[in-house]
């Protein structure tokens, strides 16, 4: 299985602050990278799909990059709604489509 | 609207046999894969397999093969999640999601979730 690793586990941060999470992928995966949020209690939100698309109804301040094994998760302002959680997710040709263990975002 | 909409929570003891559902609407159901994913609690995401319910073609991730069973019924557009004998350890949250193909390959919605516990 393709191993995603995402770093870091946990991250405080403020409203308003430019947030990064990041990714890696234990092989090159391409662009086949998938992020969703997900909110206590409830299921998982795609925001981005291949690396850097973002999924219909998602806000701009969402972005995502990279390629090959390294990629990138961005909120460019924190809003209240944001603090979730945010896992990876590998498609690339082998099942399973692995997910990253999760980064808990929390209020500073 | 697409929508998943799963079958409620359950609590089982442990050698007991369940099946789960997920239904579809507001879409092809038989087009497009349904996976299912694994939540234990306080944890993180877990792929355990996709069905293609126009065929019933069925991928499982080798952690979970022989321990599921993944089906489908594309005459009522509803799939299937089901353990013969369950364990302590198999209480967790379980979603089903719709996955899109291509080079956005991805789980684009996703069910409510259906708890399942396991205790004696």
């Known amino acids: 299985d393709i191993q995603m690793t995402q770093s870091p586990s946990s991250l405080s941060a403020s409203v308003g602050d430019r947030v990064t999470i990041t990714c890696r992928a234990s092989?090159?995966?391409?662009?086949?990278l998938n992020w969703y949020q997900q909110k206590p209690g409830k299921a998982p939100k795609l925001l981005i799909y291949a690396a850097s698309s973002l999924q219909s109804g998602v806000p701009s301040r969402f972005s995502g990059s990279g390629s090959g094994t390294d990629f990138t998760l961005t909120i460019s302002s924190l809003q209240p709604e944001d603090f979730a959680t945010y896992f990876c997710q590998q498609s690339y040709s082998t099942l399973p489509y692995t997910f990253g263990q999760g980064t808990k975002l929390e209020i500073k | 609207e697409v929508q998943l909409v799963q079958s409620g929570a359950e609590v089982k003891e442990p050698g007991e046999s369940l099946k789960i559902s997920c239904k579809g609407s507001g879409y092809s159901f038989n087009t497009y894969w349904i996976g299912w994913v694994r939540q234990m609690p306080g944890k993180g995401l877990e792929w355990m397999g996709i069905i293609y319910p126009g065929d019933s073609d069925t991928r499982y991730s080798p952690s979970f093969q022989g321990h599921v069973t993944i089906s489908a019924d594309k005459s009522i557009n509803i799939a299937y999640l089901q353990w013969s004998s369950l364990k302590a350890s198999d209480t967790a949250m379980y979603y089903c999601a719709r996955q899109v193909e291509g080079p956005n390959t991805s789980f684009d919605y996703w069910g409510q979730g259906t708890l399942v516990t396991v205790s004696s």
């Open positions: 092989q090159s995966i391409r662009t086949d």
